[in-house]
């Protein structure tokens, strides 16, 4: 019984992975087509995610954002 169900958790495993790469394939050419990362952050987070005496957001979260906006273009 354990080898069967290792069995089906390994073919559950391999047919989420391929349908969440089929998604993300169709998600990555969207941003691509559209030019641009758009990323949501709060506002008011130290750390995470705030806007300076300037307005230029700063934090993990944002440098995170603009890390894969990096990586994609």
């Known amino acids: ?15 989420l992975g391929a349908s969440a790469t089929a998604e993300a394939g169709a998600t990555l050419d969207a941003v691509k087509r559209k030019g641009y990362v758009q990323c949501g952050v709060s506002d008011g987070l130290p750390g ?8 230029r957001f700063k934090g993990l979260d944002v440098d995170i954002c603009r890390a894969l906006a990096a990586a994609l273009f």
């Not at 019984?1 to 047919?15: F, H, N, S, Y």
């Open 1 to 15: 019984m354990t080898i069967m169900k290792g069995t089906w958790l390994l073919l559950a495993a391999v047919c």
């Open 48 to 55: 995470f995610s705030y806007a300076d005496a300037k307005g």
